[in-house]
């Protein structure tokens, strides 16, 4: 692809010079950056469902734009950089970033250019080009193999790209690879807006949830959510289990679900949660009755029954009117609402009442004054769709990475980027310093 440069747009804004380090998630952001003039290698997740080439939710997109405005505000050049889907290391041309940068375009109002790989001398050559307000997106990262195997010659030639690193990619800031890490092993490295925004709103969310709160848990399956439940346990006041998640526990907890989808392997980890749940003090809220089906596709058969006797033959597909009065009699006092799962398969409209109920409970209660964060592609497609994300106190953007922040495990992409205020470039920092000079300061710590 042919990069044509464009003249340097009006407007640049002045000079930002840093006067204070104050940030929320204790590391460097680009406020502290006076990125005028800089070449700015920006990772973010674009990592978007797509359908028939067409970005289904661009919400990461849009999130993504705060940072991307005020680099180019600042008289930055932006080289961005991401991945889409799992190529594996290979071309795959369903998962280009065209699209996405279609929708990113559209929101900047701005031509975004994309290459055709996100190496190579015509890249190169496009990255040279660039001046200070103009930027463009590399093609997919993960169609090299280096990208995922953070090689550290993949890496380097990323970093060529720029004089330095921000980092706003919450959705894969788990995730140790070439753009997320080893750049910020290269370059001096930077958080962006939304990293940090993310950041503050899940760790206040840890650390000073108003009370109740309540964790409400849905989606297909347990499997990715046990360590996140077993922190969480420990955390809220409250639990509400939906979806396919609940189908597992109403097993632990001695029902039968019938042809439901449920895991097997994970009815001892819920037996365990919920006993973990009771020494607490912890209510959990289980459905008591729920929408059954004959097949879990569209047109099919359905009615509700009392989750006490599923019947064998059929899939419970969403929660029963019962169950729904109970969550909101349930979520009435409390403060603090995290939803993470659609709590039925919300796809199929007549199995989406449950959640379409709880996207207007969380509404409601949201603009009652409660906190409430929504974690999760899917339940954030399930609130779009009824326009209510806007109501939201925050949409976590990161699915895995939200929920391993949430079990407090470290971030990678997070843990490199060095600590606000600092002028080290790169974590952890190793000293070398003569003895004499060791032995007049005070000794040296190993950075976290
Ligand atoms: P999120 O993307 O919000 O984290 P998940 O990916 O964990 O949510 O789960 C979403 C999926 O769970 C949806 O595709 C939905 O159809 C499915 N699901 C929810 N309830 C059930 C159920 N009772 N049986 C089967 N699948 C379910
Ligand atoms: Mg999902």
């Known amino acids: 692809m042919r990069f044509v440069p464009r003249p340097r747009p009006e407007g640049i804004g002045p000079r930002r010079i840093a006067t204070s380090f104050e940030s929320a998630t204790g590391k460097r952001t680009i406020r502290e950056l006076d990125a005028r003039g800089q070449r700015v290698f920006l990772r973010v997740d674009f990592n978007v469902p797509l359908s028939d080439g067409k970005v289904v939710d661009d919400s990461r997109i849009r999130a993504s734009i705060p940072t991307i405005k005020a680099l180019l505000e600042d008289g930055a050049s932006i080289v961005l950089a991401s991945h889409l889907g799992r190529p594996d290391g290979k071309v795959v041309d369903g998962l280009r970033l065209r699209p996405a940068a279609e929708r990113l375009a559209h929101h900047l109002k701005m031509m975004v250019p994309t290459t055709g790989d996100a190496l190579g001398v015509g890249t190169d ?45 919450f959705g894969t800031a788990h995730r140790a690879h070439a753009s997320t890490v080893g750049v910020a092993g290269i370059l001096p490295s930077y958080v962006g807006l939304l990293m940090e925004s993310e950041v503050e709103a899940l760790s206040n969310l840890l650390d000073k949830p108003a009370r109740p709160f309540a964790a409400i848990v849905g989606g297909g399956k347990v499997s990715g959510k046990v360590a996140v439940l077993e922190a969480l346990i420990k955390k809220v006041d409250l639990l509400i289990l939906g979806g396919g998640v609940a189908n597992t526990f109403l097993v632990a907890s001695g029902r039968s679900v019938g042809k439901s989808l449920y895991e097997a392997k994970m009815v001892e ?71 993470n799962g659609p709590l039925g398969v919300f796809e199929i409209p007549a199995f989406g009442t449950a959640t379409r109920e709880l996207a207007k409970l969380a509404a409601e209660k949201a603009e009652a004054g409660a906190t409430v964060v929504v974690g999760g592609g899917d339940s954030i497609a399930a609130l779009q769709q009824l326009n209510l994300a806007g109501k939201m106190t925050h949409l976590s953007t990161g699915g895995g990475a939200s929920l391993e922040f949430l079990e407090g495990r470290e971030l990678p992409g997070l843990a490199v980027v060095p600590t606000s205020g600092s002028p080290y470039e790169t974590l952890p920092i190793v000293w070398h310093e003569p003895e004499a000079e060791k032995k007049a300061k005070a000794p040296a710590k190993k950075s976290s």
């Open 125 to 169: 050559d496009a990255v040279n080009r660039l001046r200070p307000g103009e930027l463009l997106l590399l093609e997919n990262v993960r169609f090299h193999a280096g990208e995922e195997k953070n090689d550290p010659a993949f890496a380097a030639r990323l970093a060529s790209y720029g004089d330095v690193f921000v980092n706003d990619a």
């Open 269 to 339: 980890h819920a037996r365990r949660i919920l006993k973990l749940a009771a020494e607490r003090g912890v209510k959990v809220l289980l459905p008591v009755d729920g929408v059954v089906a004959k097949e879990v596709t569209r047109g099919t058969e359905f009615k509700v029954v009392s989750t006490e006797k599923l019947p064998a033959s059929w899939h419970m597909v969403d929660l029963g009117p019962d169950s729904i009065n109970a969550v909101r009699d349930a979520l009435g006092p409390v403060k603090t609402i995290l939803w």
